[in-house]
């Protein structure tokens, strides 16, 4: 996709994020025609979001496990990025007003340690594991910001970051404290009431998989991970929507639990 072109849809895209208004399909000669595409405005855009939530402080992956892939008809790993002004504490309180249709979603987060590095493509999951500092039981925080996302395609979506909104993050486990992640099993709460539950198993067959898949993805366009860098693996259950005054809990066996509401 041609820069000037791709700094115009990350134009659009920024600004309708930055209004909260409804983003529709691109001008016909704007949208992306593959998903290489998408990641290319996605970069684009990277650096006008930045200016208003903050630096881009790490990554979330998509689509990692079959519930999502059904729910979304897309069959593989997306990526976005996580900003900082959208990364909040366990306990925090956020206006249902500062999104458009807000949803939740049951993650393991992942902080690296060291950096990995595009030269050391490709990964494996054993090699990322080494590389992981810490995990927190984490809520993804999505918001349904299009006209019709089933209608918008994967390269649109993912140019705009995949439904990214922000995160709230439990307690760190230190690496050396970790359960096995593949085994871990997590449930959604909404206002106390089971919303969804799934384990660390349906992403990607293990969230150490899903962290190498991304660091790959990133190497392909010459760009690796940095330590410090919050990665989230992708979600255990079916995004839930949620209104004003509602409650979550995400609880994830061996990692702790993380709460928050939206008032």
């Given amino acids: 996709m041609e820069a000037e072109a791709a700094a115009a849809a990350a134009a659009i895209i920024a600004q309708?994020?930055?209004?909260?208004?409804?983003?529709?399909?691109?001008?016909?000669?704007?949208?992306p025609e593959d998903e290489l595409a998408g990641y290319v405005v996605?970069?684009?855009?990277?650096?006008?979001?930045?200016?208003?939530?903050?630096?881009?402080?790490?990554?979330?992956?998509?689509?990692?496990?079959?519930?999502?892939?059904?729910?979304?008809?897309?069959?593989?790993?997306?990526?976005?990025?996580?900003f900082a002004h959208g990364v909040h504490d366990g306990g925090v309180s956020l206006p249902a007003a500062g999104f458009i249709r807000v949803g939740v979603e049951c993650e393991i987060a992942m902080r690296l340690a060291r950096d990995l590095a595009p030269s050391g493509a490709p990964f494996t999951a054993e090699d990322v594991a080494a590389e992981v500092g810490a995990c927190h039981p984490a809520i993804e925080i999505v918001d349904d910001r299009y006209v019709t996302w089933e209608t918008l395609g994967a390269p649109t979506l993912i140019a705009d970051d995949f439904f990214a909104a922000g995160c709230v993050l439990g307690a760190a486990v230190e690496r050396a404290a970790l359960p096995d992640l593949r085994g871990v099993r997590g449930r959604a709460l909404i206002n106390g009431e089971v919303a969804g539950e799934g384990t660390g198993a349906d992403v990607l067959g293990h969230p150490f998989q899903a962290l190498a898949w991304l660091a790959n993805h990133l190497a392909a366009n010459g760009e690796g991970l940095k330590a410090g860098e919050l990665v989230l693996t992708g979600s255990l259950v079916k995004t839930v929507w949620l209104g004003a005054g509602d409650r979550v809990r995400m609880e994830l066996d061996g990692l702790g639990a993380v709460e928050m509401a939206f008032v």
């Fill in 16 to 31: 309708a994020r930055a209004a909260r208004t409804l983003l529709g399909p691109l001008p016909l000669e704007l949208q």
């Fill in 42 to 82: 996605q970069r684009a855009a990277h650096a006008l979001v930045a200016a208003r939530h903050g630096a881009r402080v790490g990554y979330k992956i998509g689509c990692t496990s079959k519930v999502m892939q059904d729910y979304l008809q897309i069959p593989h790993p997306c990526a976005g990025g996580v």
